[in-house]
């Protein structure tokens, strides 16, 4: 199976400074790399993914930037707002035929205002 | 609209009792997951069930039976409860199965489960 790590654990930012979290995976058949955000009390929410023919995608304050060769993948928050506080969560896909997706252990995002 | 709902969201009960969760989903979706999240939130998936049929069954007790009578609905019923059962319980959907095709996944609002 998948071997999924997530660094760092927890990370404190100052409100309007960057944020970069890793994700380190081990099937080299991965081909899809999503990031999932769970905001306190809520289910996790899908907020950017890519797939291994792209290496970086954005959306606004969002991006995702992958390296196949290096097996990780990162999720990159600029402008950091006390709204993106919560778990972050990666959660490659395992590789065909396991149709499933195996989550990291989490980041916890504090902005701090 | 509630696209993945659950209930009941708060569950307290006694050791070995039984008990059941519900879901339901109204995306149309034809895949239907349930995850259990621990008190560090690790997030791992139990159960998969495309059209009905069990896709992925991962290592959890046989106390544990999932049930999909259709495919917006998929319950999971938990027999003689232990104490390390206690966690929050998420039933999520895709429009197909996770993966290759990159289908989003639509999770609930999670069933906090504390067995005493």
């Given at each position: 199976g998948e071997n999924v790590e997530q660094h760092p654990s927890t990370l404190s930012v100052q409100e309007g400074d960057s944020a970069v979290i890793k994700c380190t995976y081990s099937?080299?058949?991965?081909?899809y790399f999503p990031w999932y955000k769970q905001e306190l009390g809520k289910g996790p929410q899908l907020i950017i993914d890519i797939r291994s023919n792209v290496g970086e995608k954005k959306d606004q304050r969002i991006a995702v930037t992958l390296n196949k060769t290096a097996k990780h993948f990162s999720l990159h928050i600029t402008e950091t707002q006390p709204e993106d506080s919560a778990v972050y969560f990666c959660a490659p896909y395992s590789g065909a035929g396991s149709y499933q997706l195996t989550f990291g252990k989490g980041t916890k995002l504090s902005v701090i205002p | 609209d509630t696209a993945v709902s659950q209930t009941p969201k708060y569950l307290v009960t006694q050791m070995g009792n039984d008990k059941s969760i519900k879901c339901e989903q109204n995306l149309g979706h034809d895949t239907m997951y349930w995850y259990k999240q621990d008190s560090k939130k690790f997030l791992k998936i139990m159960f998969s069930y495309n059209n009905k049929e069990l896709i992925i069954n991962e290592t959890v007790p046989n106390r544990f039976s999932p049930k999909s009578p259709d495919k917006a609905h998929l319950n999971l019923h938990i027999n003689s409860l232990e104490l390390g059962d206690s966690a929050v319980y998420f039933c999520a959907s895709s429009q197909g199965l996770a993966g290759g095709s990159g289908y989003e996944q639509y999770f609930g609002p999670g069933t906090r489960l504390t067995v005493t």
């Open positions: 099937d080299s058949a991965s081909n | -």
